[in-house]
């Protein structure tokens, strides 16, 4: 079983920055790649971005490319969210997800098979 641990959200202004961090366990994590999905009130589940499993290739969605930045440290089994200029628009709550077995980028949520409990984020105008 693995288990994924999100930290880092909060409230903030437009304009500032956040980063979240995702401590996981259970499996080898280095193997996996990771994602960060976002859901908002009475919206769907939405794609953010993805790391491989090595770190070297990413990916991301259209609304958050240029301003987030995905990363991980297998060493610390961890995979960060880095959330700069955010917009009224970010606010959500953000979930950690580890691919069901997928090495390389995976986009869809059908593509995750474990995730966080979530963390709130919220920016004001």
């Known amino acids: 079983q693995v288990q994924l641990v999100e930290s880092g959200g909060g409230l903030v202004q437009a304009g500032d920055s956040l980063r979240l961090s995702c401590a996981a366990s259970?499996?080898?994590?280095?193997?996996?790649?990771m994602g960060w999905f976002r859901q908002a009130p009475g919206k769907e589940r939405e794609f953010v971005a993805t790391i491989n499993w090595s770190g070297g290739s990413t990916s991301y969605s259209d609304f958050v490319r240029g301003r987030f930045t995905i990363s991980r440290d297998n060493a610390k089994n961890t995979v960060y969210l880095q959330m700069n200029s955010l917009k009224p628009e970010d606010t959500a709550v953000y979930f950690c997800?580890?691919?069901?077995?997928?090495?390389?980028?995976?986009?869809?949520?059908?593509?995750?098979?474990?995730w966080g409990q979530g963390t709130q984020v919220t920016v004001s105008s």
């Open positions: 259970g499996r080898t994590f280095s193997s996996y790649a």
């Open positions: 997800a580890a691919a069901r077995c997928s090495r390389t980028i995976v986009t869809s949520r059908e593509g995750y098979a474990y």
